[in-house]
């Protein structure tokens, strides 16, 4: 049995931006930017700032310029955030100086982050506590009270390309965008940036598996699932919401989807959407605007390739077929 747990609130995304080669301007605005303590490296050089911010609610994508020296306090209870730099030097002490496109995650140190930059551009991913918690795949009850990344840097090079590969898709879809994003992408983003984090980063929330997930893994389960994501596949559901609604763990519902229904909980959330991604291809007039790249991202799939292949697995026809039938 597991608490419920809420979908999270989740705003249009909203861009923001500051440049100033002011310091005690730049450093309130980081402060106000991160929840962090933020100041001047005594007899530094004066910082210069440049940030870019995709604020998606749950999470934010940063683009930032920055040189000078500042101290940066996260607050150990606050969102995490992950920074990778794309060129120019970055020195964090205590840490390391960052190689490009090594990312590091601000861990939750008794000490300020000193940060010394030199025409640095780097990105910075911000995750909050709520959206890390519901990509850990456990239960509430089952976490620990406070989450803490133990370790700085990814786990190996290949944990360093997960990171990266999986920002650069962020920054492809959300970033770039040139139209509004839909609601179901922005939020299928955050919980991979926030999966990936767990994934890369030393952290305190991953957990194993219990006896009781095996047994909780009944039909059941597997049809109170199915009825939530019936109902609610229009919405930004994920695998936490799913288990929840179903009154199990997230673990024990993969075992239910694997034993008695031969998919996952994803899987068939996929197939539920690519059909009211079909229904809609149906009704739709694409003298009206209607491209099969809009309707497949209104449904969560950001790939319209990846998309095409699924629609005529399933259906037969290429996408673009029905739609201009």
Do not use: K
Request: aromatic share 6%; net charge positive.
């Amino acid at each position: 049995m597991t608490t419920t747990q809420a979908v999270l609130p989740l705003a249009p995304p909203a861009r923001r931006s500051f440049a100033g080669r002011d310091t005690v301007a730049a450093c309130a605005y980081l402060r106000a930017a991160y929840g962090a303590r933020v100041g001047p490296v005594p007899g530094a050089e004066a910082v210069t700032l440049r940030h870019s911010r995709l604020d998606c609610g749950t999470y934010q994508l940063d683009e930032v310029q920055l040189g000078g020296g500042l101290t940066l306090e996260p607050d150990p209870d606050g969102q995490a955030l992950v920074l990778q730099l794309r060129r120019g030097e970055l020195a964090v002490v205590p840490g390391c100086v960052l190689g490009d496109g090594r990312p590091y995650v601000c861990t939750t140190a008794t000490v300020p982050l000193r940060l010394t930059a030199r025409s640095a551009v780097l990105e910075v991913t911000s995750l909050t506590v709520p959206l890390l918690r519901q990509a850990a795949g456990s239960p509430t009850e089952r976490q620990p009270v406070h989450v803490r990344f133990t370790s700085p840097g990814a786990a190996g090079p290949e944990a360093e390309q997960l990171w990266r590969s999986s920002c650069e898709y962020a920054h492809r879809v959300l970033v770039a965008a040139t139209a509004v994003v839909p609601p179901l992408l922005v939020g299928e983003t955050g919980r991979l940036l926030a999966a990936v984090a767990l994934a890369v980063f030393p952290n305190n929330l991953a957990g194993g598996p219990v006896p009781a997930d095996s047994l909780d893994a009944t039909p059941d389960a597997l049809r109170r699932a199915v009825l939530f994501i019936d109902e609610n596949a229009h919405t930004d559901i994920g695998l936490g919401h799913i288990a929840a609604a179903a009154h199990v763990t997230p673990r024990a519902l993969q075992y239910a989807f694997r034993r008695h229904a031969g998919t996952t909980p994803l899987g068939y959330l996929r197939r539920v959407r690519l059909d009211h991604a079909h229904q809609d291809l149906l009704a739709s007039d694409p003298a009206q605007g209607t491209t099969v790249s809009i309707v497949a991202a209104r449904w969560g799939f950001a790939h319209a390739g990846r998309f095409a292949g699924l629609y005529r697995q399933a259906y037969g026809v290429r996408p673009g077929a029905t739609l201009q039938r």
